[in-house]
């Protein structure tokens, strides 16, 4: 529901939000300032100069909604680049954690089998000397 904006509320808001003095205003209503000064006292202005005044105020509404609706977009999007950036330094570090984890996996993997080979080739070799023993004990 919209609220209610009396005349006075229009012209000190325009002025504000643009900067204007009295004299411009007045200027980009085509109006003297003294008419101005009568709208505020509560006096009703002319129809045409209503409509141009109120139009005027709500461009300025609709502006304020669009940079509302601008600023909302922008901090969604921050939010989202921080995060996006938290991801990506997450996944470098894993990234980097996961190339140690394969170089270690990879060297503990050539020392189970330079063992393996030891292992075999001592078995092998205690092999052929019960082999020689049980030949020559016999």
Do not use: C
């Amino acid at each position: 529901m919209n609220k209610v904006v009396t005349i006075k509320e229009m012209i000190e808001t325009i002025k504000e939000k643009m900067n204007w003095s009295e004299a411009i205003l007045a200027i980009e209503l085509g109006v003297d300032s003294q008419n101005l000064l009568a709208w505020k006292r509560g006096r009703t202005p002319r129809s045409k100069n209503y409509k141009r005044l109120k139009e005027i105020y709500e461009n300025l509404s609709k502006d304020d909604k669009e940079d509302e609706l601008s600023l909302k977009f922008k901090q969604t999007e921050n939010n989202i680049l921080e995060a996006l950036s938290d991801v990506n330094n997450n996944l470098k570090e894993s990234q980097e954690t996961l190339s140690v984890a394969r170089r270690d996996l990879a060297f503990a993997e050539a020392n189970v089998k330079a063992w393996e080979n030891k292992q075999k080739h001592l078995e092998s070799k205690l092999k052929g000397i019960r082999e020689e023993w049980e030949k020559n004990n016999v």
